[in-house]
C-alpha cells in the first residue's frame, strides 16, 4: 500500500500550510517578550526555557510585568490567564480518547489558542494517527517559531534606544489580543470593569481585583439575561 | 536561580497542569457548575485587567500626562483591532502612536 505514506505528507503539508500564517501573526507579541525579558535582566536562555514551557503569550508577558508587584502575584495573573487551557481541553478531550497513554500526556503541551482553533477547524482529523501527526507537526512548528523569535527579542531589545516605549508595546498586544474578543457587549462590560479596577486600584492588587471584577460581572450580566 | 525563572518556570509546570487536567486528570464536566461559570469569562477580564495594570503603570491613580503615549498606543490599537483582522498592524499602529506622543512630550 501507498496510501499511507502519501496521507503522512499530505496531513504534514497541510499542518505546515495552516500554520506558517499563525507564527507570522504571533511573532510580534514574542518580539515583545524577548524585548520585555531582556530589559527586565531575564537571560536569553531562561526565557527560552520560560517560552517553550509556558508557551502562552500573554501569560508570558504576564509574569515578565507583574514580577515588580511579588511572585505570587506574577504567578496568580498568570494563572488566572492560563485557566481557559482548561476549558479548551475539555473541548478537546474527545480528540485524545483513542491516542497512546504517552500522547496524551505530553501532546496537551502543545495546546495553545492557536493551535486549539487550528484543529477545531478541521474535519478530517477524526483518524487517530493523522490527528496525531497533524497535532504534533502544527504545535511542534508554532513552538519552534514561538521559542526562536523570543530568543531574537532578547537580543534585538537591549539594542533598542532609550526612548523607545516598550511598555507601550506589552499593552498594544494586549489589546489587539482583547479587542475581537469584546465586540459584544457582554465581554465589553467584563472587560471595563476589569480594566477599571485593575487600573485604579495599586499594583498587583488592582490585575488581581480587576481579573475577579470582571468575571463577576461576567457571571452577575449571565444571570440577568437568563 | 533567579525569581523571575523560577516563576516562569512553576508558570510552565502550571500551564501544563490545565492542558493536561480535563484530557487525562480530571474531566472538565466533574467542575462545580459556579467555577465552570467563572472561567468563561477569565480571559477577557485577565487581559483587559492587564491592559488596565499596564496603562497605569503599577501605580494607583497614576499620574495621567506620563501614561498618555501609552493610553494613546492603547486606544490606536483597539480602535484599528476592532476593524481589522490580525494583530500585526493595530500592534503596529499603536506602538507608532505611542513613540510619536513619547518623542512630543519629551
Redesign the interface.
Known amino acids: 500500500m501507498t496510501s499511507t505514506p502519501f496521507l503522512e505528507r499530505s496531513v504534514v503539508a497541510a499542518a505546515v500550510r495552516d500554520t506558517v500564517p499563525v507564527a507570522?501573526?504571533?511573532?510580534?507579541?514574542a518580539l515583545v517578550i524577548g524585548a520585555t525579558?531582556a530589559r527586565?535582566?531575564?537571560?536569553v536562555a531562561?526565557?527560552m526555557?520560560?517560552a517553550?514551557?509556558?508557551?502562552?503569550g500573554?501569560?508570558?508577558?504576564?509574569?515578565?510585568?507583574?514580577?515588580?508587584?511579588g511572585?505570587l502575584t506574577?504567578?496568580s495573573?498568570?494563572?488566572?490567564?492560563?485557566?481557559?487551557?482548561?476549558?479548551?481541553?475539555?473541548s478537546?478531550?474527545p480528540r485524545?480518547r483513542r491516542q497512546p497513554r504517552w500522547f496524551?500526556?505530553l501532546g496537551?503541551?502543545l495546546?495553545i489558542d492557536q493551535t486549539y482553533l487550528l484543529v477545531t477547524a478541521r474535519d478530517d482529523l477524526a483518524e487517530p494517527a493523522r490527528f496525531r501527526r497533524y497535532w504534533l507537526c502544527a504545535g511542534g512548528l508554532l513552538m519552534g517559531c514561538w521559542v526562536a523569535t523570543v530568543a531574537l527579542g532578547s537580543v534585538l531589545g537591549p539594542l533598542l534606544p532609550e526612548?523607545?516605549?516598550l511598555?507601550?508595546?506589552?499593552?498594544?498586544?494586549?489589546?489587539?489580543?482583547?479587542?475581537?474578543?469584546?465586540?459584544a457587549l457582554r465581554?465589553a462590560a467584563?472587560?471595563?470593569?476589569?480594566?477599571?479596577?485593575?487600573?485604579?486600584?495599586?499594583?498587583g492588587l488592582?490585575?488581581?481585583v480587576?481579573?475577579?471584577?470582571?468575571?463577576?460581572?461576567?457571571?452577575a450580566l449571565?444571570r440577568w439575561a437568563s | 536561580m533567579s525569581t523571575a525563572v523560577v516563576v516562569l518556570l512553576a508558570v510552565g509546570v502550571l500551564s501544563w497542569l490545565f492542558r493536561v487536567g480535563a484530557i487525562t486528570l480530571l474531566p472538565a464536566t466533574r467542575l462545580p457548575p459556579p467555577v465552570r461559570r467563572l472561567l468563561d469569562h477569565a480571559v477577557p477580564a485577565a487581559l483587559a485587567a492587564m491592559v488596565g495594570a499596564g496603562i497605569a503603570g503599577g501605580a494607583a491613580l497614576p499620574d495621567l500626562a506620563s501614561r498618555l503615549p501609552v493610553l494613546a498606543g492603547a486606544v490606536v490599537t483597539a480602535v484599528l483591532a476592532w476593524r481589522v483582522r490580525g494583530i500585526v498592524l493595530p500592534v503596529m499602529a499603536g506602538l507608532a502612536a505611542a513613540w510619536v506622543l513619547s518623542v512630543l512630550v519629551i
Open positions: 507570522a501573526s504571533i511573532a510580534p507579541l525579558a527586565s535582566g531575564v537571560p531562561a526565557d526555557v520560560g517553550a514551557f509556558i508557551f502562552a500573554a501569560a508570558h508577558l504576564a509574569v515578565l510585568t507583574t514580577l515588580g508587584a511572585a506574577a504567578l495573573a498568570a494563572a488566572l490567564i492560563n485557566v481557559r487551557l482548561l476549558l479548551y481541553s475539555a478537546i478531550e485524545f496524551r500526556w496537551p503541551a495546546l526612548g523607545v516605549p511598555d507601550a508595546a506589552a499593552v498594544a498586544v494586549l489589546v489587539g489580543m482583547l479587542a475581537p474578543r469584546v465586540k465581554p467584563v472587560a471595563v470593569a476589569a480594566l477599571l479596577a485593575a487600573a485604579l486600584l495599586p499594583g488592582g490585575l488581581l480587576g481579573i475577579v471584577a470582571g468575571a463577576v460581572v461576567g457571571v449571565d
